[in-house]
């Protein structure tokens, strides 16, 4: 069984990849959400193209918000959305 996680896009990432979630085997060097993000960005032009546009993006793992440094472990969940303003 290979080590996975649940990946979530919200808001403009979720129109930009062209899908809401997704299920991504997890890289046995990836240890951090700066690791994962450095992955997804390598195995697809598209993906380094759209978080590019989101340089400050927020991460969630298992529903708690998080940073680039947050641990990354099989099973969790990641949810990445642009960062919100307001006014």
């Known amino acids: 069984m290979s080590d996975?996680?649940?990946?979530?896009?919200?808001?403009?990432l979720r129109e930009q990849?062209?899908?809401?979630?997704?299920?991504?085997?997890?890289a046995p060097d990836v240890q951090t959400v700066k690791d994962f993000l450095a992955v997804l960005?390598?195995?697809d032009a598209a993906f380094?193209?759209?978080f590019s546009r989101f340089p400050r993006m927020r991460v969630a793992v298992?529903?708690?918000m998080g940073d680039l440094s947050t641990a990354v472990r099989s099973g969790d969940e990641?949810?990445?959305?642009p960062p919100m303003t307001g006014g």
């Open 17 to 26: 990849v062209g899908r809401e979630s997704e299920t991504v085997t997890l």
């Open 62 to 64: 298992n529903k708690v």
């Open 4 to 12: 996975s996680v649940t990946v979530f896009y919200f808001a403009g």
């Open 48 to 50: 380094d193209a759209v």
């Open 41 to 43: 960005r390598q195995q």
């Open 78 to 81: 990641i949810a990445f959305f």
